[in-house]
C-alpha cells in the first residue's frame, strides 16, 4: 500500500475527514513510521482554527507527535531502521497512518515497553525539557510552580520536576478531581485555582524558583508576585491574554527573570539536542515507569473531530491519542 490516511487539514471552521494521499518518502536523515498512536495537543485546535500555521516545509496536516514503527528510512539515516519501535516529536503531519520524522526527534521504544501510550510523551517532554530545565534552570532542591498541572504538559512537568528532585512543587488545576491527580503526579500542594488564589499560597510558602505558565492574563502579574529572589517565569502559551498592565518594580527588586519559547519552529539540530537531553535524563525513567503516562482516552483517527472537541471543552487530564 502506498497511500496514507490521514484526517485531512480543513480550512478554519469546517470538520476533519479522512482521506488518502500518496505516501511520503523519507527524506536525507528522516525515517517513515507506520502510526500506532498520534498526540493531540492544544496547538492543533489553534491550527485548525487557522490561527497557528505550520512553519516552513511542515506537512499541512495536524498532529505533532507519534508512536508506532519504522516502515522505511531516508539515505543518510545512521540510528533507527525498519522495525523499530519509536515515539517522534514533529513538526506536524501526526493524524496519519504514515508520517515522516527526522531521526532526531525520534526516542527508542523498547519491547514489552506499550506502543500506543508511548505517545503521550514527546511534546510534553521535549517542552518541558526545553524550558523548565534548559531555559529556567531548575535545579534540584528548588521549588517548582506548575500551572495547568494535569494538562498533557503538566503531568510531565510534575513527574519531571519530582524525579529531578524539587522537594516542593506547587500545582494548579481548575477541579478537586484534577488537584487530586496533580498530587499524585507529585504536586506537594495542589491549588483549584477556582477556589483559591494561588499567588497568596505561594508566596506564604516561601515563594517559587521556577514558574511553568501557559495562562498569561492576569496570571503575569501574579507570577511575579509568587516568584522567589533570583526566580525565573517561564511561559509556553498565553491562553488569557497576551497582553497586561503590569508592575514590574518587583521583578527589578526581586531580580526575576521572565521568558517565553515555542518548540515547534526550532531548527532540526536544536530538537536533536533536546532529544538527547531527554534521553539522557529522563526517558530511563519513562522506561523504568517512575514517570507514567496519564491517558484521557483514544479515539479512531476517523474520529480526530470529535478527540478535538473533548479537548476543546477542557474536561481532559492528561493526553488525548487517536488511533489509526
Ligand atoms: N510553547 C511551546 O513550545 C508549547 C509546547 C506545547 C504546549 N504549549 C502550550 O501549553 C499549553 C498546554 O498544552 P496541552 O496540549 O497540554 O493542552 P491541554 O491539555 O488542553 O491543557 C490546557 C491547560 O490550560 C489550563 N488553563 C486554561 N485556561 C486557564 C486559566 N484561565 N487558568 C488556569 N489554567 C488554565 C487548563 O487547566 P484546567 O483544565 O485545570 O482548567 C489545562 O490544564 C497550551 O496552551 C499549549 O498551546 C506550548
Known amino acids: ?42 496547538a492543533d485546535i489553534a491550527q485548525k482554527a487557522g490561527a497557528y500555521p505550520p512553519p ?6 495536524l498532529g505533532l507527535e507519534v508512536s508506532g514503527i519504522v516502515s522505511a528510512v531516508g539515505p543518510g539515516t545512521e540510528r533507527y531502521k525498519v522495525g523499530d519501535r519509536v515515539a517522534a516529536l514533529l513538526a506536524g503531519g501526526g493524524y496519519a497512518t504514515h508520517v515522516c520524522a527526522d531521526e532526531g526527534s525520534v526516542l527508542p521504544v523498547p519491547s514489552g515497553f506499550d506502543l500506543a501510550l508511548a505517545c503521550c510523551f514527546p511534546e510534553a517532554l521535549f517542552t518541558v525539557w526545553a524550558n523548565v530545565f534548559d531555559r529556567a534552570g531548575l535545579k534540584p532542591g528548588e521549588t517548582f510552580l506548575c500551572h495547568g498541572a494535569t494538562s498533557g504538559i503538566g503531568v510531565m512537568a510534575l513527574q519531571m520536576a519530582k524525579v529531578w528532585g524539587a ?8 477541579s478537586e478531581e484534577k488537584c487530586a491527580l496533580a498530587r499524585e503526579l507529585g504536586a506537594t ?14 508566596k506564604a510558602e516561601g515563594g517559587a524558583d521556577v514558574t511553568l505558565d501557559m495562562v498569561g492574563g492576569e496570571y503575569i502579574q501574579k507570577n511575579i508576585s509568587a516568584a522567589k529572589l533570583d526566580g525565573r517565569i517561564i511561559n509556553i502559551a498565553y491562553q488569557d491574554g497576551f497582553a ?11 531580580r526575576l527573570s521572565l521568558m517565553a519559547t515555542t518548540l515547534r519552529a526550532r531548527p532540526v539540530p536544536e530538537k536533536r539536542r533536546i532529544r538527547d537531553a531527554v534521553e539522557r535524563d529522563f526517558w530511563p ?16 483517527l476517523a474520529e480526530a473531530e470529535a478527540a478535538l472537541a473533548r479537548m476543546n471543552h477542557g474536561g481532559h487530564s492528561g493526553k488525548i491519542l487517536l488511533k489509526p
Do not use: C, W
Not at 190 to 195: K, Q, S, T, V
Open 1 to 42: 500500500m502506498t497511500a496514507t490516511m490521514h484526517a485531512a487539514f480543513a480550512p478554519a471552521g469546517e470538520k476533519l475527514v479522512l482521506t488518502e494521499m500518496p505516501r511520503t518518502t523519507p527524506g536525507p536523515g528522516e525515517v517513515q513510521i507506520e502510526v500506532a498512536a498520534a498526540g493531540l495537543n492544544r
Open 56 to 61: 516552513p516545509g511542515a506537512s499541512p496536516i
Open 167 to 174: 522537594p516542593k512543587i506547587f500545582g494548579t488545576a481548575g
Open 189 to 202: 500542594r495542589a491549588i483549584n485555582y477556582r477556589e483559591e488564589a494561588f499567588e497568596e499560597i505561594v
Open 244 to 254: 497586561a498592565s503590569v508592575n514590574f518594580a518587583p521583578v527589578l527588586m526581586k
Open 285 to 300: 525513567h519513562v522506561l523504568s515507569g517512575r514517570i507514567r503516562p496519564v491517558l484521557d482516552g483514544t479515539f479512531p
